[in-house]
């Protein structure tokens, strides 16, 4: 079983910074690539952010030029560091994963999910 712990979320003024960090722990084989989601109040959950096992990383056009997707491999861990942050982008950020367990069939990748972590930004 595996487990993300996502941290760093808070309240922020309006062009702030914050970085989150999520770690992941568990039986895990190998990570695939990690990534971050959001979802604001009344809006369908989307993708910020993913960085790839080989470094390759993937950014929402809102966000391409102020945040910074990055992973330290020893650790099982994800941040994202959020620049020049914005009132609408005010939601609930999750931490996903792809994982190969150790348990799992071989070349299997599961589809992990932390609890989220609150970013608020005032105006």
């Known amino acids: 079983q595996v487990q993300l712990v996502e941290s760093g979320g808070g309240l922020v003024q309006a062009g702030g910074s914050l970085r989150l960090s999520c770690a992941a722990s568990?039986?895990?084989?190998?990570?695939?690539?990690m990534g971050w989601y959001r979802q604001a109040p009344g809006k369908q959950r989307e993708l910020v952010a993913v960085i790839t096992k080989d470094g390759s990383t993937h950014y929402a056009d809102s966000v391409k030029g102020r945040f910074t997707v990055s992973r330290d491999y020893a650790k099982n861990t994800v941040y994202l560091l959020m620049n020049s942050l914005k009132p609408e982008e005010t939601a609930v950020y999750y931490c996903?994963?792809?994982?190969?367990?150790?348990?799992?069939?071989?070349?299997?990748?599961?589809?992990?999910w932390g609890q989220g972590t609150q970013v608020t930004v005032s105006s």
């Open positions: 996903n994963a792809h994982i190969a367990t150790m348990t799992g069939p071989r070349g299997y990748v599961y589809d992990y």
């Open positions: 568990g039986s895990i084989f190998s990570i695939n690539a």
